[in-house]
T-cell receptor, first 115, second 115 residues
Framework: AQSVAQPEDQVNVAEGNPLTVKCTYS??????LFWYVQYPNRGLQFLLK??????LVKGSYGFEAEFNKSQTSFHLKKPSALVSDSALYFC?????????????FGKGTRLSVIA | DGGITQSPKYLFRKEGQNVTLSCEQN?????MYWYRQDPGQGLRLIYY???????QKGDIAEGYSVSREKKESFPLTVTSAQKNPTAFYLC??????????????FGSGTRLTVV
């Protein structure tokens, strides 16, 4: 069975500081990993994904994520946070060669960037 | 523009009523998914369909029903058997060949409230 853990319900960071939103996963075989962002009463917006290759993945709005196979982690990072980054962030996983099976999501982490 | 349209944006249901949430996509995607979002619980899978006239139950299918008569449409009915339907409902889709560069696509959601 697949699962995702986002250990922090809330992350607070000052504007201009680096931010990290943590994610660990469990999946049979190789993972297909995603990060999404959600603003209030909106759908999910795709930020980035990891399939294979370079462990550091760059995505939208200056976000990047680091895949660590030994730690089964896929933490989301940004070098300098903006107030507009304040939102709900979801990590998701599925097995890489499982066809179009549904994504399994973590419970989400609310990011608050303080000016 | 291609995308997923969910309607209505807000829906109110009386006790004992069935209601249907619409999800339409013009992306020519094969697979479609319904998720339920509750505060602090992330996204939980209700039903999904990988081809027309076929669908599978997700983790919380009880009290819900779906149909997939057309590739572009995947309506979700919340029946009176669903005792706690108040939630935010999200529809998603992806092509048969996999999520591609933009991940699984999401609609903007329907907020259902029992009155």
């Amino acid at each position: 069975a697949q699962s995702v853990a986002q250990p922090e319900d809330q992350v607070n960071v000052a504007e201009g500081n680096p931010l990290t939103v943590k994610c660990t996963y469990s999946v049979s075989g190789n993972p297909y990993l995603f990060w999404y962002v959600q603003y209030p009463n909106r759908g999910l917006q795709f930020l980035l994904k990891y399939i294979t290759g370079d462990n550091l993945v760059k995505g939208s709005y200056g976000f990047e994520a680091e895949f660590n196979k030994s730690q089964t982690s896929f933490h989301l990072k940004k070098p300098s946070a903006l107030v507009s980054d304040s939102a709900l962030y979801f990590c998701a996983v599925r097995a890489l060669n499982s066809g179009n099976t549904p994504l399994v999501f973590g419970k989400g982490t609310r990011l608050s960037v303080i000016a | 523009d291609g995308g997923i349209t969910q309607s209505p944006k807000y829906l109110f249901r009386k006790e004992g009523q069935n209601v249907t949430l619409s999800c339409e996509q013009n992306l020519n995607h094969d697979a479609m998914y319904w998720y339920r979002q509750d505060p602090g619980q992330g996204l939980r899978l209700i039903y999904y369909s990988q081809i027309v006239n076929d669908f599978q139950k997700g983790d919380i299918a009880e009290g819900y029903s779906v149909s997939r008569e057309k590739k572009e449409s995947f309506p979700l009915t919340v029946t009176s058997a669903q005792k706690n339907p108040t939630a935010f409902y999200l529809c998603s889709s992806t092509p048969l060949t996999g999520p591609g560069d933009y991940g699984y696509t999401f609609g903007s959601g329907t907020r259902l409230t029992v009155v």
